[in-house]
């Protein structure tokens, strides 16, 4: 296997390879793989995968586990762990996400209120919102804060995120539902995740507020991690006949060219 960095098309040409220091290029490809395969790896197999002798893959496991990167389940399997989660947050306040997000209402005022968020904790952070020409009883604003486990746009990260890292954010405490909607344990937002990261998008049916109905679509990263979640919001009563198809194909558009701008890319259509 030839190892390569993680977005080798965003570099500019210079005509000379670069030098890569091959300890780092072999964790960021084992860190790669698992982000790919979405289910945990034996040693063996990622030893097998990435054509390296054991006793190599056991080192690189064992300070990826260091440092939270990895996480070993009780069969002794790997996975991603939460220590990735950071780095997804960082590079959000250093992007010009919200720069891009505006960008693309520039010449039009949206019918829907179209909303930006990141996760903070167990919370969505709302940075950037196009509050829509229509009613909605609710209005967003730029530093607002709503449960990630309610929100659309919320689910919509949590859904591309690593089960480890979904309970390492939430805790072992009990969900909070709010109008009495929503899961009250993580096991029960797990399922509903699930379900989202395959079909690709979140529902929120009145989850947040009586009345309101929002789609989320992820807004991906170079590494197809995901580092915000964009969502259009409207009144329920005002989903016509097609139960909201053309918001939901909307938001999905729109989260797909915010992911290009950002120089980010889609996960492989084959997960689930």
Known sequence: MQLRPLD???RPSTGLSPALVPAVSR??????RLAQQREPMSLARLASELELPKSSVHGLCNTLLRFGYLHRQDDGAFRIGPGVMPLAEAFVAGTGITQEFNALWLDAEPDETIILSVLNGPDVVYIAARNGRRPLGLAFNVGMRLPAHLAATGKAMLAFQ???AVRSRFGSTALAPMN????????????ELKLIHGRGYS???EGVRAGVYCFGAPVFDAAALPVAGL???LNKAMLGEDAGARHRDAVLRAARTLTQRLGGRQPPSDRS
């Open 231 to 233: 969502g259009v919001c």
């Open 27 to 32: 964790a960021l490809t084992l860190l790669e």
């Open 162 to 164: 690593p089960a480890d």
């Open 203 to 205: 529902i929120d049916d």
């Open 180 to 191: 009495g909607r929503g899961p009250k344990r993580v096991a029960d937002l797990l399922v």
């Open 8 to 10: 080798p098309g965003s």
